[in-house]
């Protein structure tokens, strides 16, 4: 059964520094890997897409990268600001149950003035 | 549209009673799903369609929870018999095409309060 992990559960960094967030999974065999952001009471946001064949994808300051056979994804947020205050989560899409996104339960983020 | 829609985006409603979420696609996805996610957990799953029929409802925890998309586009969440436990966000999202590079969009969700 596929598992998806996130650690830290929270964070709170100083303005200016880059975030790192790991998401890890039990099951590599996965089509693709997606990150969300979740402002509070708000729907999901869709930041990033990686497909199973991909290392990693990079949208504004924001970078994926994925290492499959690991079972672990990390996105990177460059130069943070107070707006990037939100909690994230990775999603995979499994190979057994396509339609059947699995979740991690995410890391809520929190950048000081 | 140009998002997912759902509504209402709040409901209140007592145990016992019986509710309906609605969901409107983004205009042309053929995959629609449902998902439940309780305070400070990730998305749950529930049931996905594509076009009309229910792929996948392996999700849906009980008889009192249903699902339709009649025309392969809106779709209504039906939950009969409401328990306190049932009080939680109903996220919907949608996607189009069927492969790896298939991302998927989400409303914004409908927060279910059973008092």
């Known amino acids: 059964k596929q598992e998806v992990t996130q650690i830290p559960a929270a964070l709170s960094v100083p303005e200016g520094e880059n975030l790192v967030l790991n998401c890890s999974f039990t099951d590599s065999a996965i089509y693709n890997l997606q990150w969300f952001r979740q402002d509070p009471g708000k729907g999901l946001t869709s930041l990033l897409l990686i497909q199973s064949s991909q290392r990693e994808q990079t949208s504004g300051r924001l970078n994926a990268s994925l290492d499959k056979s690991s079972g672990r994804s990390t996105l990177y947020i460059a130069a943070s600001q107070p707006g990037d205050s939100a909690t994230y989560l990775c999603a995979v899409r499994p190979r057994d149950s396509w339609g059947k996104l699995q979740f991690g339960a995410g890391t809520q983020v929190v950048v000081t003035p | 549209g140009a998002g997912v829609s759902q509504t209402p985006s709040n409901k209140v409603t007592e145990k016992g009673k019986y509710v309906e979420l609605r969901c409107d696609p983004i205009?042309?996805?053929?995959?629609l799903y449902w998902y439940r996610q309780s305070l400070g957990q990730g998305p749950e799953f529930l049931i996905y369609?594509?076009?009309?029929?229910?792929?996948?409802d392996s999700g849906l925890p009980n008889d009192r929870f249903f699902a339709v998309r009649p025309e392969g586009s809106v779709s209504t969440l039906k939950i009969q018999r409401t328990e306190r436990g049932d009080s939680a966000v109903y996220l919907c999202?949608?996607?189009?095409?069927?492969?790896?590079?298939?991302?998927?969009?989400f409303g914004q969700g409908t927060r279910l309060t059973v008092v």
């Open positions: 205009s042309g996805h053929t995959a």
């Open positions: 369609f594509q076009g009309t029929g229910a792929a996948d």
């Open positions: 999202a949608s996607s189009l095409g069927t492969g790896g590079n298939t991302e998927a969009f």
